[in-house]
């Protein structure tokens, strides 16, 4: 089992950036991919990027390419996803996951933070 806890998520303005974190706790030693989803209001939850274990291995939606940035700590058990140039359509809910390899199918993860909550401001 990991756990996943999700944080630094706000309010921005269009524009601006905001870098949100996911500390593991549990299963750690586990070599897990890390990857982020995000759900709008009245959407479905939609793949955002994943990083490998190793971090050799980034994928990213369209949507996010050059924009955001996904990262690993291993010593730290945590992962990042530095978020710049946030547009109002970024707004939504954050989720971090965990699988044991770098899926984009929601599916495919069984462990999930609770969310953290990005609004971004036009």
């Known amino acids: 089992q990991v756990q996943l806890v999700e944080s630094g998520g706000g309010l921005v303005q269009a524009g601006g950036s905001l870098r949100l974190s996911c500390a593991a706790s549990g299963r750690t030693s586990s070599r897990y991919a890390m990857g982020w989803f995000r759900q709008a209001p009245g959407k479905e939850r939609e793949f955002v990027a994943v990083i490998s274990w190793g971090g050799g291995s980034l994928y990213y939606a369209d949507s996010v390419k050059g924009r955001f940035t996904i990262s690993r700590d291993n010593a730290k058990n945590t992962g990042y996803l530095q978020m710049n140039s946030l547009k109002p359509d970024d707004t939504a809910v954050y989720y971090c996951?965990?699988?044991?390899?770098?899926?984009?199918?929601?599916?495919?993860?069984?462990?999930w933070g609770q969310g953290t909550q990005v609004t971004v401001s036009s």
């Open positions: 996951a965990a699988s044991d390899y770098v899926y984009r199918n929601v599916h495919e993860y069984h462990y």
